[in-house]
């Protein structure tokens, strides 16, 4: 192996027709080192691996470093997923993720999974699904409103940098933090359009999600269950002071925007549970489909429909004691 930055190149011989695999890795978490030093002897035996670096030191500039690969094998939990794909996207390479974590709706495989299908794996004959990204930008107080679309003459290309910009693979959520008062946002969805908000409400916040989060905090919300091939993002309220505020689905290509009116000292914006930046009365928040979708590779044995049942335990019958 030679260093190369923060990450390990492999050299090797291996024939061509091999599969090139990056390996990430989550050292910190019980048993994954353990686990590759048992894993990665077999690995080595069936591909071609091109290089291999620790999740927690992962960019955006660093993966963009990275050698072509035909796949990235996580190895981590649903979380590591998450931070991977965030870091990835923008590579378009195909992921399997490897559970050392406790749900593993993303993570799909075990290492015993990918000996039993490596040749469906390294043939490409698993199915791989496309998940949409978020796109999130925060704007200073003082841009133009809803981008400039507010028909007031501005005009949207503007727009002033954003002070925050990020991307997740599960939600966007806005927290209401300390001291825990009720915030007030005002909600916009495809402003060019329809020139006007969607509402505003007083609650502990907002969550706007992919279908791929869907189960995650939206699900908690009260939010639906969206099937992760639906080309749509859903935005439910927390704790809404409203009985009529409805969690809802609309369509991937429309831009929506959250308008800060009331904030604590403690407002956050948090993406995937894992990157946060404070808010304040004033910031737009902006949530767009990212341009590129996040390749995740599935698990032969398995359907979404029965991790839905088997996992969340989506419509279980109550149990007898």
Known sequence: PAPCGRYTVVMTDAPASRPRVLLLCN???????????????????HADIVAEAGTREMTEALAAKLPDADLA???????????QARAMVDRGIPMLGINFGKLG?????????????????????CRVSERIMLDVAVFAEGAPLWGGANGNGDNPAAM?????????????????????RMVEIELII?????????????????????????????????????????DGLCVSALNPQSLAFRPIVFSGQCDAWMALH???????LVLDGQVSTSLKVGQQVRVIKHSQ?????????????????????????????
């Open 160 to 180: 002033p940098e954003p002070i925050f910009h990020g991307l997740a693979l599960n939600d966007a959520v806005i927290n209401a933090g300390e001291p825990f």
């Open 190 to 230: 495809e402003p060019a359009w329809s020139r006007e908000s969607a509402a505003t409400f007083h609650g502990a916040g907002l969550v706007v999600s992919t279908p791929s989060g869907s189960t995650a905090y939206n699900l908690s919300a009260g939010g639906p269950i969206v099937s992760p091939g639906i």
């Open 293 to 321: 979708t996040f390749k995740l590779i599935h698990n032969p044995d398995l359907s979404y429909w029965s991790m839905l049942a088997n996992k969340m335990h989506w419509a279980a019958r109550p149990r007898r004691d």
């Open 105 to 125: 709706f993303l993570a799909e495989f075990t290492i015993e999974s990918v000996k039993q299908h490596w040749d469906a794996i390294a043939g490409e004959r």
């Open 262 to 268: 009331r904030a604590n000292p403690g407002t956050t």
């Open 27 to 45: 050292r910190s978490k019980p048993h994954v080192q353990e686990a590759l030093s048992h894993f990665r002897p077999w690995l080595e035996d």
């Open 73 to 83: 094998m996580v190895m981590g939990g649903d979380g590591t997923v998450l931070s």
